[in-house]
């Protein structure tokens, strides 16, 4: 009896050892967690966590400029959409932020990446991050298979493909959800709208991507940020926030810049070293245009359309306004593109003595009585001598425009303008020489920015050359292809050139 009483006091000192020990063990990793919440970002990966570098070598990981300035917005704004260039690092950084957070907390986050392989690739991020961190810090995992990593504080780490029959949908996710390179996701809309259901208003959200075509989610998000029509802060790096993207001169040598990497220098303050780098990578085969898109310049050429845009480089004219009110001695015309529908209505202004865009307005699901009273009162204000209705299907709107001009006493020439297919290809070439030329500036809107870059030019097989608004993508996408303001643009810059004193070659039909 008295050896079972001694065994049975033996196991309870054992079980109080390892209660004792538990304990202690949990008020040192209370103790870490607390300062490991303490700590910057940026100082965790400097002190505690490994990445494998471009040579595949284990180095400590010194968040870069870039991964620096994510970091002061990730708290700040919690839903955030960011616009990145290759190899930046922005979702090596995120992951990072996402393993931080599970350690000092017993947060929910996911990561979804848009293929298998990158989702294997941000698994092996986080590994390494775990593998390599000092003894003490590494958390007992309680799970950690191809999906999910669980920790004893109740932390747990879903990395994932989107689209995938194990992704988001019906999860919760208090911490981080993270969308890898959102705009290659397949059905995107749908499987990011059913994953954020389950991120609180204190959970963070950040959707970051390389640029791929002007439709989609992740377009038509950076769109809405952009515009501040959007509760997602919009961030933007360059692709020289990377200091690797440099190319040292070699002695005495010197570069000679274009006017594009002169602009470049000018607003940017691009080294030579930069520009080389540059001069590089955008001779290296296949590259050519997708350049822009893979290390993007700004955020609206890095949105290469799916057909080859009829506008390459417009952006370059496109300045701020500097007329509130027409100069006396200048010369103005319009252009109107007449909307049906659910299209808009857009009037193009320019003043033909600086060739330059002085107004652009559009408008949609109005009377065309309300509307033609916009387009006379703006004519009135801006003295215009002309305008050139486009009058596929409105003979009677154009007669009453012109009733609308007289009823007010104002003298202008209205010319109407039947569009067909040649005469679009003849207006696009003279567009596009015109600001190639030098000659054009164009007001810097949004949506009209957005119109210019989505209109794209195809050959068909006959060799006729097409022109349209790009609407591949989802129904909303199509929906939103536009090219009221193109064509109103269009019709104007014939305004301002009088064909009888240019010499113009246009291809033939």
């Known amino acids: ?20 020990s538990a304990r202690s063990n949990q008020s040192d990793w209370d103790k870490f967690a607390g300062e490991i919440a303490a700590m910057s970002l940026v100082e965790f990966c400097e002190q505690y966590l490994f990445i494998q570098d471009i040579n595949d070598n284990l180095v400590p990981f010194v968040p870069n400029r870039a991964q620096r300035d994510l970091e002061g917005k990730l708290e700040r704004y919690k839903r955030i959409v960011g616009l990145k260039g290759r190899q930046q690092g922005i979702s090596t950084f995120c992951v990072a932020f996402l393993f931080k957070r599970s350690l000092e907390r017993g947060a929910r986050s996911m990561s979804m990446a848009h293929d298998d392989d990158t989702t294997q690739k941000l698994r092996r991020m986080a590994k390494i991050f775990y593998d390599n961190l000092p003894e003490h810090l590494q958390l007992e995992r309680t799970q950690d298979n191809a999906a999910i ?27 981080v959800f993270l969308a890898d390179e959102a705009a290659f996701w397949k059905d995107a809309d749908q499987v990011f709208k059913g994953a954020i259901q389950g991120v609180p208003e204190s ?3 950040v959707m970051v991507s390389t640029a791929n075509g002007t439709q989609g989610l992740f377009y038509n998000e950076v769109q809405k940020a952009k515009s501040g029509d959007s509760e997602y ?10 200091d690797r993207y440099s190319i040292p001169l070699e002695d005495g040598e010197t570069l000679n810049y274009s006017d594009d990497e002169q602009a470049l220098v000018d607003k940017h303050g691009l080294s030579p070293e930069q520009i080389k780098w540059r001069r590089k990578k955008m001779n290296e085969p296949g590259m050519g245009e997708d350049f822009f898109q893979e290390y993007p310049e700004d955020p609206d050429t890095c949105f290469l359309t799916s057909g080859e845009s009829a506008f390459p480089g417009v952006h370059s004219v496109m300045v701020a306004p500097t007329q509130t009110k027409p100069i006396q001695g200048h010369v103005y015309s319009a252009a109107l593109d ?20 002085v107004y652009l307005n559009r408008w949609r699901k109005m009377k065309y009585q309300e509307i033609r009273a916009e387009v006379v009162q ?21 007669e009453e425009l012109i009733d609308d001009f007289a009823a007010e006493g104002y003298e202008i020439d209205v010319t109407p303008l039947n569009m067909s297919n040649p005469l679009k290809h003849e207006l696009v070439t003279l567009f596009k020489n015109g600001y190639q030329a030098g000659g054009m500036k164009l007001l810097d809107i949004a949506y009209a920015k957005q119109e210019m870059n989505t209109f794209v030019k195809k050959q068909l097989p006959s060799l006729i050359w097409t022109y349209q608004a790009e609407c591949k993508g989802s129904r909303n996408d199509k929906a939103n292809a536009r090219d009221d303001t193109v064509i109103a643009r269009l019709l104007a810059w014939h305004n301002v050139m009088d064909q009888s004193e240019i010499d113009i070659a246009f291809p033939e039909y």
Not at 233 to 242: A, D, L, Q, S
Not at 380 to 398: G, L, Q, V
């Open 149 to 175: 990593t669980s920790y004893s504080n109740l932390a747990e780490v879903t990395i994932k493909t989107a689209g995938s029959k194990i992704g988001g949908r019906g999860g919760t996710y208090g911490g």
């Open 233 to 242: 802060h919009f961030v933007f790096y360059e692709w020289w926030w990377e």
């Open 1 to 20: 009896m008295s050896n079972r009483n001694s065994l049975s006091k033996h196991g309870e000192d054992v079980l109080a050892l390892l209660e004792e």
């Open 378 to 398: 703006a004519c009135i204000f801006w003295t215009c001598t002309r305008i050139k209705p486009e009058a596929n299907s409105m003979s009677s709107n154009i």
């Open 203 to 205: 959970g963070i959200i």
């Open 338 to 357: 007449w909307g049906q529908d659910n299209d808009y209505s857009s009037l193009c202004i320019m003043d033909e003595t600086e060739k330059r865009e």
